[in-house]
């Protein structure tokens, strides 16, 4: 009678291999969660290494491992925090709709993640204070950002052929403004909670400070 056959993924050789590879790949995620949480509460010059490693399910040593330096960890942290946006917005099918509606569900998207991920605003803070030059470095990063540019250029000209938005204006401006409306409301809202003493944090305040950037924006768009 023929002997059973064994797979190579069958064996345990390749069971141990593939549960080796499994763990490298957790620890590696668990590193770049713990290293983003630190570059953004402390910046790059404040984060420590040791910090990141008694935070994490590893060591120091596989965090070099992993990391030639604390610059090639941070600069990964940032490539992939601008990569985690890209991808939900690779997501929100802009083109299935009419070009307002879309116009309303990107700047409804940039709120509502810039909102939800203080830890994001404030690694770009800390990056604008080294004045971009890791981002600057990154061509993933620049990469990734023409695909932000693109949905925005894509919702517009639908729009302009449609007669609804008017003509004229330069995708990467408009990209600035939503940005801007978006990114301050996370930003400042210690400094301007404290200064105007306004609770910075209600659900009431957030959806209607949402629903107006949008509004900014579309009436700006209209014709």
Same mark, same amino acid.
Not at 1 to 14: E, G, K
Not at 58 to 82: C, G
């Given at each position: ?19 080796? @590879? ?19 509460? #402390? ?14 399910? @590893? ?8 990391? #030639? ?6 600069? #990964? ?32 998207? @940039? ?79 210690? @400094? ?32």
């Amino acid at each position: 009678m023929d002997q059973p056959v064994h797979s190579a993924a069958q064996s345990p050789s390749s069971e141990g291999a593939a549960r080796r @590879t499994y763990d490298a790949e957790r620890s590696l995620l668990n590193i770049l969660d713990v290293a983003t949480a630190e570059f953004a509460d #402390k910046g790059l010059a404040g984060a420590r290494i040791d910090e990141i490693a008694a935070r994490t399910r @590893t060591s120091k040593r596989m965090i070099y491992y992993h990391f #030639k330096n604390k610059e090639q960890l941070y600069l #990964k942290v940032l490539e992939n925090a601008y990569g985690r946006l890209r991808e939900v917005e690779h997501g929100m099918q802009l083109d299935d709709l009419e070009p307002e509606d879309g116009l309303r569900r990107l700047v409804a998207h @940039t709120f509502d993640h810039h909102a939800d991920n203080e830890p994001f605003i404030r690694l770009v803070m800390n990056e604008n204070m080294q004045r971009g030059e890791f981002l600057s470095r990154s061509t993933l990063i620049r990469q990734a950002n023409v695909s932000a540019i693109d949905a925005v250029r894509s919702v517009y000209e639908r729009g302009v052929a449609a007669g609804t938005f008017r003509r004229g204006l330069d995708p990467v401006d408009m990209h600035w403004t939503i940005s801007a409306l978006c990114f301050f409301n996370v930003a400042n809202r210690y @400094t301007f909670s404290l200064i105007f003493e306004r609770d910075r944090d209600p659900q009431s305040a957030q959806r209607a400070r949402r629903d107006q950037v949008i509004d900014i924006v579309v009436r700006h768009l209209r014709r």
